[in-house]
């Protein structure tokens, strides 16, 4: 059986964005669960537009909808109306309402994992002409491993907002005072070393942070890589289920006691957005996660460790690489009667103007990372990122199956298996895991369900009936 090439991550956070540059439009009303409304609404006129736009709560996204005032007054007749969900709700939401064709929204926030499934079954717009043809947009500008991993045939189907792989940040002050070094390389041996050593409950500080919120955007992201570089993988060659190997056994187990033995407390419900608050208000030694944390683990107005944070790449065990490759993007559901407008926003939201925006409204610091190369030749985003723009770069090049997975693999993906079926899947996995995590059960028996989910999925490969 030949998929379709996906790239491979996830995340999102509970802060939202205070410009320290200009005071922002009205966002007081916004949640993580609430339409944020804008525009004239009920008393547009019949010209005006109003668009639907469903996007991921993670500090850049709020950052956007700040910033919202710069598209509007270049868009008189254009209303926008943002639904701002978690990630775990996100995800559902807009895969219910395009998978059904609802066409609740015009702008959709997906990634490389759903857009070429997507659009080979026709759920949404093909972008090629449209960023090919709009003035200064230059597709050509992003990132070239991004823009194959969110193309069709291709044709791009979605636009990158913000692109990633991952790293590992550490506190450099905090390692030298305890005469630390960390190798150019790391392994999982390595971390586990280090954060029993600076590991101090006592004081609420953990050795490192990790992800355990059920989700297969959420635990299943760093964990995947893990299994990944421990030799382990979710299916074998001929679909053969394999999460009761003796390797993913390994990978999951070591992850899991890493996290209870020196994590922070409350790992089992630790998502991207609590790592990220712990990590940058000082409270973690180590975390390994999306290189996006950049965005707010250096800037000043919400990070207590900016200048203070040196980033190496992801840990392995028995490969060379163990990053993945991932990317929030932009797309138009085919059900949208304003894909015109709709393509508007995208592209406002996804063009060089808008990282310049960012830059000189917010602070550079919080410019989305790993969409555009122009980004990373901008020497006001170079003077702010010089700790870590090479290091993402670097694991964003280096996130490919020949580097990070052992064996042979039939699907496409890193930390995702590149199907349909794996939002389910790897969802239900998770939550054994998350449940490992919690105490809830052991490792062998949350290998044990998740082995029996794996196997179901796998019987339909095996049969040839996908």
């Known amino acids: ?65 700040s910033l919202q005032e710069d598209f509007l007054q270049d868009h008189p007749n254009i209303d926008v109306s943002f639904v701002s ?6 995800r559902a939401k807009i895969t219910a309402s395009v998978a059904t064709q609802g066409g609740e929204f015009d702008v959709v926030m997906i990634s490389n994992y759903e857009t070429p499934m997507w659009a080979e079954n026709g759920w949404i717009t093909n972008l090629q002409d449209y960023a090919e043809n709009t003035e200064g947009y230059n597709p050509d500008d992003f990132l070239p491993n991004i823009s194959d991993a969110l193309s069709y045939e291709g044709d791009l189907h979605s636009v990158p907002f913000y692109g990633e792989s991952a790293f590992l940040a550490y506190r450099q002050d905090l390692f030298d005072e305890a005469g630390l070094t960390m190798p150019e390389q790391p392994t999982w041996e390595d971390i586990r070393g280090f954060a029993e050593e600076l590991h101090a409950p ?28 421990y030799g382990g993988r979710w299916f074998d060659e001929d679909w053969n289920a394999t999460l009761d190997s003796p390797e993913v056994e390994a990978a999951v187990t070591d992850y899991v006691d890493l996290v209870r033995n020196y994590g922070q407390p409350g790992a089992a419900t630790s998502g991207y957005g609590e790592c990220i608050t712990r990590y940058s208000q000082g409270g973690a030694a180590m975390w390994f996660d999306a290189t996006a944390m950049v965005s707010t683990v250096e800037d ?37 009667e304003h894909k015109d407008s709709a393509w508007e926003f995208i592209s ?42 090479e290091p993402t770069l670097d694991a964003m090049a280096a996130a ?26 790897g969802t239900r996995v998770a939550q054994q895991i998350s449940a490992a995590i919690a105490g809830q059960k052991t490792v062998k028996e949350a290998l044990e369900q998740s082995q029996q989910y794996a196997e179901t999925v796998a019987g339909t490969y095996q049969a040839g009936e996908n």
């Not at 669960?33 to 993670?58: H, Y």
């Not at 969900?85 to 996100?90: Q, W």
């Not at 006592?202 to 059920?214: H, K, N, P, T, V």
């Open 202 to 229: 006592e004081e609420d500080f953990s050795g490192i942070c990790l992800r355990g919120l059920a989700g297969w955007g959420e635990v299943m992201a760093p964990l995947g890589t893990v299994i990944n570089t």
């Open 400 to 425: 490919s199956q020949e580097t990070s997975i052992v064996g042979e693999v039939p699907y496409t993906g890193l930390q995702f298996v590149g199907i349909p079926e794996f939002q389910d899947l």
């Open 300 to 336: 000043p107005a919400s990070s207590q460790v900016v200048g203070k944070t040196a980033y190496a790449p992801a840990p392995v065990n028995k490969t060379e690489e163990a990053g993945w490759l991932y990317s929030w993007s932009l797309a138009i559901p085919q059900t949208s």
């Open 1 to 65: 059986m030949s998929l379709r090439r996906t790239g491979a991550q996830a995340h999102h956070s509970t802060q939202p964005r205070r410009s320290r540059k200009r005071t922002t439009t009205a966002l007081a009303a916004l949640s993580s669960a609430v339409m944020v409304l804008t525009g004239c609404g009920a008393n547009a006129s019949a010209e005006r537009e109003e668009l639907v736009v469903a996007i991921v709560s993670n500090p850049q996204m709020q950052d956007a909808i």
């Open 348 to 389: 406002w939201m996804t063009s060089p103007e808008y990282i310049e925006l960012v830059g000189n409204e917010i602070g550079w610091e919080r410019v989305p990372p790993g969409s555009r190369a122009s980004t990373y030749e901008n020497p006001e985003y170079a003077a702010v990122a010089e700790a870590y723009a």
């Open 85 to 90: 969900l978690p990630e775990n709700e996100a």
